[in-house]
């Protein structure tokens, strides 16, 4: 619990410092990265870790009047997938590859289509008083 | 070159995700957080277009605009159906990671040296995560759209966790074989497959009612954590940094919906709820006290501190329009009107200020549960709309009751207590209100949206008159 707290009370400087942190380690591991074949395990997890703690951040302060919202815009970042689903379509694979692929290139898009739409849609009917008035 | 000038926009993609959440801090802001989003993932599918070697353009752009025909009406259901669409759109998100994760398998069969542990332990991950998330989510969305063969109630049998952890763990086991030897034990992945596709449906299947907001918080979160498990696969950086978000954002609202609940995760996803508490229900009869329409309306016109407490009736019923009106009226003649919500209120985190938003109703009204309660001894009249166990006072005084501990809206402590239901059936929780009962609380029966339409008709003549 006081961990929380002291979470909680810090929450601006520590999202600063990840913030940080994470762009100097992102650059970092993407200078150091020459071959393919072998995957930076250690650069991913640090990535993996650092994008949590932003994430823990940025979303305790989410307004909860938006929390459906945010969970539909969550949808729509999560279909990121789109960025594998397309390498994985685009190269040239055996067709059963390529339709895998394919298929999960449709569900990503589907969800980010439809997750951005209902999300602008949904936060266009949260009126305060005064923009009512005007 | 062109790796870099990939890597980099990856880098900017994911600043402007984390700006796109961070602007949700606020609903003035919130919208500058969809176009950050639109704009990173924008970035993103262009850059990664530029990486050397796509050719299949046909396919890509069919699987595309196929996105966009489907995706479009997914984004045009009525709001009440949100939950559903949310569930529904997990679902496609895990599915979209296992198909990934099984192609690359399969893929790097044919050069067994790439299959190394790290990337096997990956793969596993992604389709145990993707394949329980596309089933389980289609579950939860058929539950949420009352599909007929779909069992709205829980469903639960001897055995049952036991089952599904043993499950759980022959998956593990066999995915344990498989990252030890990928090559020669090939005939494990389809097996893994099922099984995560069978848990996926057994997890979801004894969770009903009012857990629906805390399971999908919790796909949310796998579903993110898929992404992630693909960005390890792939050995993409944009990948893991998105994936965390998401899995970051649903875990943080499963934790906000179960301290609303006072239940913990294990509580939620292994013991099923209202079955064993049902029994209980209807040991003694007491009679709640009654009031009309035309008589509750008099008491509205004395009112100057009002609170409307919602629950999934109100959104059953669509009575959020009707609700606009009666706070029109009552705000007219000089009542402050607020609207309690609680955070389990509906099927979904933040249900019903998404309703009351989308009618018309100003957001500074709509007050969380832990700020309204300290003002509920000054508040004249509370009416209750479709909401029940929330508003239970059992869950402070009654320890035996399965819903102790849980942080209620006071609304006993108002003066005054309208409850609209349509009969005295118990809720979710199979346990009688005691609010119902209570020297200071009268109830309204009907159809929600009916018994507010006479609220507003009595108020309005006599505002006029």
Known sequence: MNFRKFLFSNQNKFLILFTFLFFISDIAFAESEGTHSEPDYIGLLFVFMLATFIGLGVVTRVSRLLHTPLMSLTNAISAIAVVGSLILTGLDHPDYITILGAIALFASMTNIVSGFLITDRMLKMFKSKESKKS | ?465
């Open chain 2, 1 to 465: 070159m062109i790796y870099s000038i990939i890597q980099f926009s990856y880098i900017i993609a994911t600043a402007l995700f984390i700006f796109s959440l961070h602007w949700m801090k606020d609903p003035k802001t919130a919208r500058h957080g969809v176009f950050a989003g639109i704009a990173a993932m924008t970035v993103a599918i262009v850059s990664t277009i530029l990486e050397p070697g796509i050719v299949n353009w046909e396919w890509i752009s069919v699987a595309i605009v196929l996105g966009f025909i489907v995706g479009v009406p997914l984004s045009k259901v009525p709001l009440t159906a949100v939950p559903q669409r949310t569930a529904l759109s997990h679902a496609f998100g895990g599915l979209a990671a296992g198909l990934v994760g099984t192609a690359k398998y399969y893929l790097w069969l044919e050069t067994p040296q790439d299959l190394t542990i790290f990337r096997m332990i990956a793969i596993i991950a992604e389709i145990i995560l993707g394949f329980l998330t596309f089933t389980g989510s289609l579950m939860a969305a058929g539950k949420l759209q009352e599909i007929k063969w779909i069992p709205q109630r829980p469903v639960t049998y001897r055995g049952q966790n036991i089952i599904n952890l043993g499950l759980l763990g022959i998956a593990v086991i066999g995915g344990i074989a498989l990252i030890l030897n990928p090559v020669e034990y090939t005939f494990i992945f389809p097996i893994i497959i099922a099984l995560a596709l069978m848990f996926g449906v057994l997890l979801v299947i004894p969770i009903g009612g009012a857990d629906m907001p805390t399971v999908i918080s919790l796909l949310n979160s796998y579903a993110g954590l898929s992404a992630v498990a693909m960005g390890f696969v792939l050995d993409n950086k944009l990948l893991v940094t998105a994936g965390a978000l998401d899995g970051s954002s649903g875990l943080i609202l499963s934790i906000i919906m179960c301290k609303a609940m006072n239940r913990s995760f294990t509580n939620v996803l292994f013991g099923a709820f209202g079955q064993v508490q049902a029994v209980k229900a209807g040991a003694e009869t007491r009679t709640a006290k009654q009031e009309t329409s035309e008589g509750a309306a008099q008491i509205l016109e004395q009112a100057s501190k009002v609170v409307i407490v919602p629950g999934y009736g109100m959104a059953v019923a669509q009575a959020q329009y009707r609700i606009r009106e009666l706070y029109d009226l009552l705000t007219k003649q000089g009542a402050d009107v607020k609207f309690a919500i609680h955070p389990v209120a509906g099927r979904m985190p933040g249900h019903m200020n998404v309703l009351l938003a989308e009618a018309k109703i100003p957001y500074e009204q709509l007050i969380e549960m832990d700020d309204i309660n300290s003002d509920m001894p000054q508040v004249d009249v509370v009416i209750v709309v479709g909401a029940n166990d929330v508003v239970n006072p059992a869950a402070r005084s009654d320890k035996t009751s399965p819903i102790y501990g849980m942080p209620i809206i006071d609304a006993d402590k108002a003066r005054m207590c309208f409850a609209i239901k349509r009969s005295m059936n118990p809720g979710f929780a199979g346990i009688e209100n005691e609010l119902y009962f209570a020297e200071r609380t009268f109830m309204l029966f009907g159809d929600a949206k009916a018994v507010i339409g006479e609220l507003v008709k009595h108020l309005s003549a006599s505002q006029a008159g």
